[in-house]
């Protein structure tokens, strides 16, 4: 009896231990990952300031820093698109905005403006039939506005001009 008895209680230690390493281990994961969100937080503030301040390479920087902490939030894309805006670098900016629209997408998170900027750089730096192409995967998503935007591309085309006009 003393023996089942210790062994009983051995194994209730054995579970209590595993457990507590398991809570331990799952506080000490969820206290990293708060503290790289502060600093994503952090890098985007100073990317905010910099870029405002027209200091590109430094906000580019911390735009940077914020993305390698988390590659998964947009913000640090965003600010870099910008400045290769900014820059009248629309190659570069159309480059970065390909991975923001597979950022914004994997969370759910697509909007309108990701989507008209893009079709803008993509007018502006590589031609009519991409941006295009590029609008015909949004239509069942924003039916009226891509819509309009194809048949705006198309006149703009035949007449020569650019259509997306919010680039300098």
């Known amino acids: 009896m003393k023996n089942h008895?210790?062994?009983?209680?051995?194994?209730?230690?054995?579970?209590?231990?595993?457990?507590?390493?398991i809570f331990f281990a799952l506080t000490s994961q969820s206290a990293h990952a708060n503290?790289?969100?502060?600093n994503v937080d952090v890098h985007i503030q100073k990317a905010d300031l910099f870029y405002l301040q027209g200091k590109y390479s430094e906000a580019i920087n911390e735009a940077t820093k914020a993305i390698t902490l988390n590659s998964n939030d947009p913000r640090g894309y965003n600010y870099i698109i910008a400045?290769?805006?900014a820059n009248a670098d629309y190659r570069k900016a159309l480059d970065v905005s390909r991975i923001y629209l597979s950022v914004v997408e994997a969370s759910d998170s697509l909007d309108l403006n990701?989507?008209?900027?893009?079709?803008?750089?993509?007018e502006k730096s590589?031609?009519?039939?991409e941006t295009i192409q590029f609008l015909h995967k949004y239509r069942?998503?924003?039916?009226?506005?891509?819509e309009r935007d194809i048949e705006g591309l198309k006149k703009a085309n035949k007449e020569g001009i650019i259509y997306y006009k919010i680039f300098p």
């Open 140 to 146: 069942k998503i924003f039916p009226r506005t891509v």
């Open 83 to 85: 400045i290769h805006i």
């Open 5 to 21: 008895n210790y062994k009983k209680s051995a194994a209730i230690a054995m579970i209590l231990a595993i457990s507590f390493s």
């Open 126 to 129: 590589i031609g009519y039939q």
């Open 114 to 122: 990701a989507i008209i900027r893009h079709a803008a750089l993509l």
């Open 35 to 38: 503290e790289s969100l502060h």
